[in-house]
């Protein structure tokens, strides 16, 4: 058995540098020559797939990260976040409380003493008023709404914000109608003290009137990494002037933990913050009077 292996394993090296083996078929000799090449050729193919899978992996991993640096620079191209800002009175919304920077003519009190002072009515008063050069007043009236969204696939977190005063001025209102629905209601989610002397003026939780008044607003506002948009509803807070405000939000893009600011100070058509304080102590003020039509306090 051991000289038939021998021999059979001398024929194959024989017939692999092309040899042809002594006493053996022509026959024997082509098969022997045709299973050693096809060996090699299974062989080689194997190595080949081989070395093939390895080169394409590497050029793959590359690949990947060069996908992945491509990607995070582009995510980084776009802003931290963006702030779209509104007031809180949509344009249809009469609301319930006017100002105007003059007093009436006595054509418009007299047009005034007719209308039914009711909530009914208020889109004829907001019609009267805007015709008058005025504007709406008190509570949401001086509201802005911020609604914050982030295209970023970083995780963005505002960890803080503040309010700024611009240029303030005392109420130029001459002319203050209402119908008395109890004053500044609309406060909502968040407000701050305009009168404050800090240079950063920390937002506040409620309203001025609630139990929560005067607990610091420190809610964390997270963006980016496909969370939902944030929305904040602020009102300033003034019983002596009128003023110009801004935002200022400190925030941070993960993994970068190095503090940043922004600061927002119009609204989404470009003007500015305001803040409409109490009218003149010396403007003529229209509410309901006995009859259910606006009568002028003379008290």
């Known amino acids: 058995m051991l000289d038939g292996a021998a021999r059979a394993g001398s024929e194959a090296i024989r017939a692999a540098v092309g040899e042809r083996p002594e006493g053996g078929s022509d026959r024997r000799w082509i098969s022997v020559r045709a299973g050693v090449a096809l060996t090699i050729f299974l062989i080689g193919a194997a190595v080949a797939s081989l070395i093939g899978l390895w080169i394409a992996n590497v050029f793959a991993d590359d690949s990947a990260k060069v996908q992945d640096d491509a990607n995070e620079r582009v995510d980084a191209s776009k802003p931290a976040f963006d702030v779209t800002v509104t007031p809180a009175l949509s344009d249809k919304n009469p609301w319930t409380s006017w100002e105007i920077d003059r007093r009436l003519t006595p054509a418009e009190q007299s047009e005034l003493e007719k209308m039914p002072a009711s909530v009914e009515n208020a889109d004829r008063v907001w019609e009267f008023v805007r015709k008058a050069g005025g504007r709406r007043a008190d509570g949401d009236a001086n509201s802005y709404r911020f609604q914050f969204t982030s295209e970023r696939q970083a995780a963005v977190s505002i960890t803080d914000t503040y309010a700024k005063v611009g ?133």
């Open 167 to 299: 240029k303030c001025w005392t109420s130029r209102a001459k002319t203050y109608i209402s119908l008395m629905q109890g004053g500044l209601t609309g406060w909502e989610d968040v407000y701050f003290e305009l009168d404050s002397k800090l240079s950063a003026i920390p937002l506040l939780h409620g309203t001025a009137q609630d139990s929560q008044a005067g607990i610091p607003f420190d809610k964390a506002i997270a963006l980016g990494g496909n969370e939902t948009p944030a929305y904040l509803k602020v009102l300033p807070n003034s019983t002596t002037r009128s003023c110009n405000w801004s935002l200022q939000f400190e925030y941070n893009v993960a993994p970068d933990a190095t503090p940043k600011k922004r600061t927002v100070s119009k609204d989404g058509k470009g003007d500015d913050l305001v803040f409409n304080g109490p009218y003149a102590t010396d403007a003529d003020v229209w509410g309901p009077g006995p009859t259910g039509t606006f009568a002028k306090d003379t008290s």
